[in-house]
């Protein structure tokens, strides 16, 4: 199980990451690295910051929140180690883990409501990596 769920948003995204961290403070330790209010900011910054603690500590998976989440995702997938997924629903939450290994969730604020978000965000939690060897040769094709 992972050990902390790092948290970023920019303005779109920042109701539902707080309504996600007061979902889940109970259940895991959560670090938010912003934003912290709905006043216009750019995403790659928070992007950034968040992919930046995960290539340093494996022990923690990084939850993006934007408007649709492709941009939180594009950019996340920029640095090296980092497996991100735009996700909208439970079950590609979940394959996305059991088959990619992804390390950072990334939400739309337009495209989920809060029920789902919170339920795909525990889906991605919960997923390992499936140990066929098929799925392990995959993500080594990517990362090189």
Do not use: W
């Not at 790659?44 to 923690?60: F, L």
């Not at 640095?79 to 997924?85: D, E, L, N, P, Y």
């Not at 394959?95 to 990334?106: I, R």
């Not at 989920?112 to 525990?122: N, Y």
């Amino acid at each position: 199980m992972y050990k902390e769920l790092i948290f970023g948003s920019d303005h779109a995204g920042f109701e539902l990451k707080e309504y996600l961290k007061s979902k889940l403070i109970d259940e895991i330790k959560i670090i938010d690295l912003g934003t912290d209010s709905n006043e216009s900011c750019d995403f790659p910054d928070y992007s950034e910051k968040v992919c930046t603690v995960i290539q340093k500590n494996p022990n923690s998976i990084g939850v993006l929140i934007c408007g649709t989440g492709v941009g939180m995702c594009i950019a996340a997938n920029k640095f090296t180690g980092i497996r991100a997924a735009n996700v909208v629903d439970v079950s590609t939450a979940i394959q996305s883990v059991e088959h990619n290994n992804a390390n950072v969730l990334c939400l739309g604020s337009k495209n989920v409501d809060k029920d789902i978000a919170i339920k795909i965000v525990k889906s991605f939690l919960s997923a390992n990596l499936l140990p066929d060897e098929k799925y392990s040769r995959r993500i080594k094709k990517i990362e090189n």
